[in-house]
């Protein structure tokens, strides 16, 4: 099917990839009427994979508009669908947003390569800088109601994927660091991160 002639949202989901989980989560929360396409790794359709050139990721296509990276797509459905917002409108809360955003794709989602088998790398010190660091951050997490903010966001929608995967990653995290394991139940316990669930997702806890 030709992307342009689309009548309805589609977006194309890997069913165990972090980054369509994020994509899924705000769907959800939104309750954006599109339709959800699984992606098999490796056998992708022809035009996911000459619209995706990365390999990895969602891929949404809204009529003409063909998108990849869990990001981009996050931003776009933040604007285009408003309410409930998932990014502060004032410009410092949003910087400090998009700069969080920054650091868990670099600090921690850069290791999902490593750790899921698709890259060759050392896995045991990947597994470690994720712990050591969600542990280092853990005060971070009992700050506010949700990740750095008394509203849930897109950091939420972000970092959730990663927590509920801790687990099938082989990551345990200390007591120390239990205020990340309680913020982890309350976003778990949420309908939009419920209905975001496929069955393989389930199947990791």
Known sequence: MNSTRRSKMTVFSDPICPF???VR???????????????????????????NPYGIGPTLFD???????????????????PHPPLMPVDPVAKA????????????????????SGREKGNVSK???????????????????TFFMSDEFSVLDCTLAPLLWRLPALKIKLPASASAVEKYAQKIFRR???????????????
């Open 191 to 205: 309908d939009s991160f419920q209905q975001s669930l496929t069955a393989a997702e389930k199947a990791m806890r």
């Open 126 to 144: 990947a597994r470690k800088t994720i712990q050591e660091d969600l542990t280092v951050l853990a005060p971070l997490f009992e700050d506010s």
């Open 25 to 51: 989560i705000i769907l959800q929360e939104k309750d954006i009427d599109a339709n959800i396409e699984t992606l098999i790794d490796g056998a992708w359709p022809e035009e996911v994979a000459i619209a």
């Open 20 to 22: 369509s989980h994020q």
């Open 63 to 81: 009529r003409d508009l063909v998108l990849f990276n869990a990001s981009v797509i996050a931003e776009y459905l933040d604007e285009r669908f």
């Open 96 to 115: 400090k947003t998009r700069l969080m955003l920054y650091r868990i794709d670099r600090d921690w989602y850069s290791h999902w390569n490593v750790i």
